[in-house]
């Protein structure tokens, strides 16, 4: 980001700004011949651009320090004091080590003193959280005795985000395709090396169940990436929810029936809103499925549809194990998984909630999940409502 401020090889430094602060502080060298009117004709000349080049750094939204030959700090800009947590005019003078109060910052000074110029990345602790910041320490070129340090600070805490988010995406999907790929591959290697043709008859259905499994990850892959990217298309019309509801929540009725749980839908009101009817379809189908899989026998998934003021109000409560309270803000993020242990047995891959999210969030609206451990969970949509229809009825 602060490429453009330093000189080649500086990492995120100060080209422009190292050349700024050298030209401000370039002698004019005058000659002996010079006359004191002329020196005081060029110092008035100078205090403009003077004043505007330090209006200019203390503006920069990157923390900019000058030090001294003894490390004490000569100027500050405001952003620098924000970084470190003090006050930019009052650190003038201090040393760096108790301004800075980072013993590696101390260290590289000393080496930029020396001429040795380098960028590090340090976590700080601030009104904001741990953040990271990259710094850039070099060398001011000054007359022997006079050395001096820049040092530029730039936040990348969003960048270290998005970073560690890229290397766990890749880390899941490599997961999430090898596992089903290693097993179709272990399948057909026993049907070809057998000669039984009962091995066909066991693991053809199985391998095909598992290339099923493959596709619909794949397919789920490519509707994270449409709405992260933002191009999740839309076609929107009106769409009552009841009956987008009902012949999915039907479908499901032979699932719920072989594990023994109880699936009811309640409308309370019905509703219609503007939607995509496809993707309010795999809202409803992908809360449903979540509730199922994390249901025993014997429990209850409760599908309620209702108008709450101007929003239209889905729910979906199940009575399952429940989720810890420290996973609940992290639900919705693609490929987490409450209880990694029992993602085998119950099939899901983390994107579900995930792509629930960003279709809720396309639409205007929002989801929100609420749940004890052992107690179940209630996951419940939010919609802008286009009319609500008259009357009432529950089934």
């Known amino acids: 980001m602060l490429d453009w401020l330093l000189p080649a090889g500086a990492g995120i430094g100060a080209g422009v700004l190292g050349t700024l602060l050298a030209l401000r502080s370039r002698p004019t060298a005058p000659t002996p011949a010079e006359d004191r009117a002329e020196k005081d004709a060029d110092a008035e000349r100078r205090a403009p651009s003077d004043r505007i080049f330090v209006r200019l750094v203390r503006a920069l939204p990157y923390g900019v320090i000058v030090l001294d030959a003894a490390s004490r700090i000569t100027f500050a800009n405001p952003a620098a004091g924000t970084i470190f947590a003090f006050d930019?005019?009052?650190?003038k003078g201090k040393h760096a080590i108790q301004a800075l109060?980072?013993?590696?910052?101390?260290?590289?000074?000393?080496?930029?003193?020396?001429?040795?110029?380098?960028?590090?990345?340090?976590?700080?602790?601030g009104t904001r959280g741990q953040r990271a910041y990259r710094v850039a320490v070099y060398p001011l070129a000054q007359a022997p005795g006079e050395e001096s340090a820049l040092l530029l600070v730039d936040d990348q805490t969003d960048l270290v985000s998005l970073d560690r988010a890229r290397k766990e995406f890749l880390s899941s999907v490599s997961h999430e395709l090898r596992t089903p790929l290693a097993?179709?591959?272990l399948m057909l290697e026993t049907v070809l090396g057998s000669p039984d043709e009962e091995a066909g008859d066991l693991f053809l259905p199985q391998a095909l169940a598992q290339v099923d499994r493959l596709a619909d990850l794949v397919q789920q892959?490519?509707?994270?990436?449409?709405?992260?990217?933002?191009?999740?298309?839309l076609e929107l019309r009106e769409v009552d929810l009841e009956?987008?509801?009902?012949?999915?929540?039907?479908?499901?009725?032979?699932?719920?029936?072989n594990k023994g749980v109880e699936l009811d839908l309640h409308?309370?009101?019905?509703?219609?809103v503007e939607a995509d009817p496809a993707r309010i379809s795999q809202v409803f189908v992908n809360l449903i499925d979540n509730a199922l899989r994390h249901t025993p026998e014997g429990g209850r998934v409760k599908i309620s549809i209702d108008a709450q003021g101007a929003e239209a109000q889905v729910s979906v409560r199940d009575t399952g194990e429940g989720i810890r309270y420290r996973d609940l803000p992290h639900i919705f993020e693609r490929f987490y998984?409450?209880?990694?242990?029992?993602?085998?047995?119950?099939?899901?891959?983390?994107?579900?909630?995930?792509?629930v999210k960003?279709?809720?969030?396309?639409?205007?609206?929002?989801?929100?999940?609420?749940?004890?451990?052992?107690?179940?969970?209630?996951?419940?949509?939010?919609?802008?409502?286009?009319?609500?229809?008259?009357?009432s009825t529950e089934s």
């Open 243 to 257: 009956a987008v509801a009902r012949p999915i929540v039907a479908s499901f009725e032979p699932v719920a029936a």
């Open 221 to 233: 892959l490519l509707e994270q990436a449409r709405t992260e990217s933002g191009q999740l298309r």
């Open 337 to 355: 998984v409450v209880d990694r242990s029992r993602t085998r047995e119950t099939g899901g891959a983390g994107l579900g909630l995930a792509i």
């Open 267 to 272: 409308v309370l009101r019905p509703v219609v």
């Open 183 to 185: 097993s179709i591959k």
């Open 358 to 391: 960003g279709i809720v969030d396309a639409h205007g609206g929002s989801i929100a999940a609420e749940s004890m451990l052992g107690r179940g969970a209630t996951f419940t949509v939010r919609l802008p409502i286009m009319r609500v229809r008259m009357g």
């Open 101 to 125: 109060q980072n013993v590696e910052l101390e260290r590289r000074i000393a080496e930029a003193l020396h001429g040795e110029g380098s960028v590090t990345t340090v976590m700080l602790a």
């Open 88 to 91: 930019d005019e009052r650190a």
